[in-house]
């Protein structure tokens, strides 16, 4: 079963994405700030794809991905960043796989995420 990262500071954003990727068939974990989502990745790094917020308490999003980004045990996971802050030509540059404004539109965000966690869905 593939498997989700959702680094999230606004619990009910978490806990939505989390009940939608559980019930499209992914492994869901979770942390609220980047500094508890590079604990538990170090620990556990089997995810295929991390959702990133960017405005997060404690570790935002731009030091959590320059973190993970110079780890090489974490390094090869994809990030989408999931934000509310904008366009990505109004963001300060971070380096990641993909983009999803909030709110996330769920058929996109599986269009997005399929492919980067080498997941095929058949069509109706």
Request: charged share 25%; net charge negative; glycine share 4%.
């Amino acid at each position: 079963m593939p498997s989700v990262f959702i680094v999230e500071d606004d619990r009910d954003t978490r806990e939505m994405l989390a009940r939608f990727l559980e019930l499209e068939g992914f492994e869901v974990r979770e942390a609220a700030n980047g500094q508890l989502a590079l604990q538990s990745l170090r620990e556990d790094a089997t995810a295929c794809v991390i959702l990133l917020d960017l405005m997060m308490p404690v570790m935002n999003g731009w030091q959590f991905r320059k973190a993970q980004a110079t780890d090489p045990s974490l390094s090869r996971i994809p990030v989408v960043v999931v934000t509310a802050a904008g366009g990505r030509d109004q963001i300060p540059a971070i380096d990641a796989d993909a983009w999803l404004s909030k709110p996330v539109d769920f058929d996109r965000l599986l269009a997005t995420i399929d492919p980067l966690c080498h997941r095929t869905t058949e069509e109706p």
